[in-house]
């Protein structure tokens, strides 16, 4: 592999090599590498009881990990396949703020909610979350009672946001626009008139994750990728290196499944069903480059909506579906029918009519719902779900993206509790992610706003791999932004290890079918120079 960029060594509670200062940045967050990663693997086999063993590498699994660990606990968290491969990188990249459990009146999801993005927005995450306007075209089939309703519903968001103390000038307050105000957001619109709204939005699922694992590393924890829980209990877990197929026990005074959809796979007692939500990529260009996301009514009602989503790398996401499937295999797809739907509630609001041959790429992901002892769905979008099993592992699944910390919190809250291990309080809310830096210093930075977006004040790194070696600033395929540059930054600093690791994850050019060809064979041939 490459070298390593910064020689680290860990320490739990406080982060190695991080020079922290007012403007919460640093300048040398730890490397994730293949070789640090059999370093950890290769300590684990001591036999020692380490305090927290996290199994599954999603947003949920990389915040119980990074809580952990900055709390003065002994973490490892190890993950079968890649970070980030499993519905944590399919989602619709939106950090929302309530406003659809203020419609359902559940006040407390909603609080929880709204003051959860202001911490990514604010605090923890402020380069990879940004405030995006969504516009709400008034429909010929939306009754005006219902558009009344919706302004209120928006105004009651707005008030959420102010009470949670979220600063007015990263979402402004919502307000009715124009056709041609509605024209200059979304060209390609087709509204006389229509509701501009403010909510966050990911620069990308997989960065988010990604950062959460790392920043956990610099608190001491071990992150081990390919590494597969063969069965778990209540004080540690069998697990298999899936690069060498060794077997290893890792004894643990706590273990937490967060493997999501597929947690019951290792706590029987966990009865899941699955939902798809299923979205399709279109080239922003086909759009005339909107400036806002667009939001559309499913049948006229606000119960269901689809999203026109806007990204920096020059495609549009739209999405998403709500359908229950049976088969939870690693990796699902849309069907003909979700692809379908998507584009038919789409068009509603479009003046150009998308079709299947503007589809450029699709995606789905799995949440998970529970089944009750009548075997009744629980719906776990909103609120998660911790439990005990048989095992006597510990169980977290449900909850959104935006809320991961707070889940994480609550999770480690009770893994301490029931192991009866001294842990410090939380301290993840002020915790700044790798890359994290205050808004006014971001802007400081000499570097394309798309790298700032994706990596923060690690952008300069970038940007100097670039500058020592021209080859690196050449863009991956043609036609895209990524550069042969972040690739290199994946190997030495963010544990790819496959070029699928690469592609589809680290900079998501596997998203697009006409390029992901040509990036996996960029991607080969610089993994097989780096070795």
């Not at 090599?17 to 293949?34: C, D, F, K, Y």
């Not at 963010?494 to 992901?516: H, I, Y």
Request: charged letters at 25%; glycine letters at 8%.
């Amino acid at each position: 592999m490459l070298a390593i960029v910064s020689a680290i060594a860990s320490t739990p509670r406080s982060p190695v090599g991080i020079t922290e200062s007012r403007n919460i940045v640093s300048l040398h967050w730890p490397s994730l590498t293949a070789d640090r990663r059999q370093r950890d693997l290769d300590s684990l086999a001591s036999g020692e009881t380490i305090d927290v063993l996290v199994i599954g590498g999603g947003i949920t699994g990389a915040g119980v990990a990074l809580d952990a660990a900055s709390r003065g606990l002994s973490t490892v968290l190890v993950e079968q396949s890649d970070l980030a491969s499993g519905t944590s990188s399919y989602s619709s990249g939106l950090v929302h703020g309530g406003l659809r459990y203020l419609a359902s009146r559940q006040i407390n999801v909603a609080v929880e909610s709204a003051t959860e993005r202001g911490i990514l927005m604010e605090r923890t995450a402020p380069h990879l979350v940004r405030s995006l306007p969504m516009l709400m075209p008034d429909l010929a089939d939306i009754p005006a009672k219902r558009r009344r309703l919706a302004r209120l519903g928006f105004q009651a968001g707005d008030l959420l946001r102010a009470s949670v103390r979220t600063n007015k000038s990263l979402l402004p307050a919502p307000r009715r626009i124009s056709g041609a105000e509605a024209k200059l957001l979304f060209p390609t619109v087709r509204a006389d008139s229509g509701l501009l709204s403010f909510d966050g939005q990911l620069e990308d699922d997989c960065r988010l994750v990604i950062a959460v694992a790392r920043t956990a590393a610099a608190y001491g924890a071990k992150i081990l990728p390919r590494v597969t829980a063969r069965w778990i209990a209540g004080d540690g877990a069998q697990v298999r290196d899936e690069l060498t197929g060794l077997e290893t026990r890792i004894n643990a005074r706590s273990v937490v499944n967060a493997t999501g959809v597929w947690a019951g796979k290792l706590e029987p007692g966990v009865r899941l069903r699955a939902r798809r939500g299923s979205h399709i990529i279109v080239p922003t260009s086909t759009l005339r480059d909107p400036r806002a996301a667009l939001v559309v009514p499913v049948d006229g009602t606000f119960h269901e909506l689809v999203s026109v989503l806007p990204q920096s790398d020059g495609t549009t996401y739209i999405g998403t579906t709500d359908v229950l499937v049976d088969d939870i295999g690693a990796r699902v797809q849309p069907t003909a029918d979700d692809v379908d739907f998507l584009l038919a509630t789409a068009n509603k609001a479009l003046e150009v009519a998308l079709t299947r041959d503007d589809v450029v790429g699709q995606f789905a992901g799995l949440r998970p719902v529970t089944i009750d002892d009548e075997g009744v769905e629980v719906d776990l979008s909103r609120k998660h779900q911790i439990s005990i099993g048989d095992t006597g592992a510990l169980t977290i699944v449900g909850g959104k993206l935006t809320t991961y910390r707070k889940m994480a919190e609550e999770a480690v809250d009770k893994a301490v509790e029931i192991a009866g291990i001294w842990a410090a309080d939380c301290q993840t809310r002020a915790l700044p992610l790798v890359g994290a830096a205050s808004r006014d210093r971001l802007a400081e930075i000499k570097a394309p706003q798309r790298l700032i977006d994706r990596y923060g004040v690690e952008a300069e790194q970038l940007v100097a791999l670039a500058a020592d070696n021209k080859d690196l600033a050449a863009p991956v395929v043609a036609g895209s932004p990524v550069t042969r540059a972040e690739l290199v930054f994946g190997v030495q600093n963010e544990l790819a290890m496959t070029p699928e690791d690469l592609v589809d994850r680290r900079t998501r050019l596997g998203l697009v079918d006409g390029q992901r060809a040509e990036a996996l064979e960029v991607a080969t041939s610089l993994l097989a120079h780096a070795v």
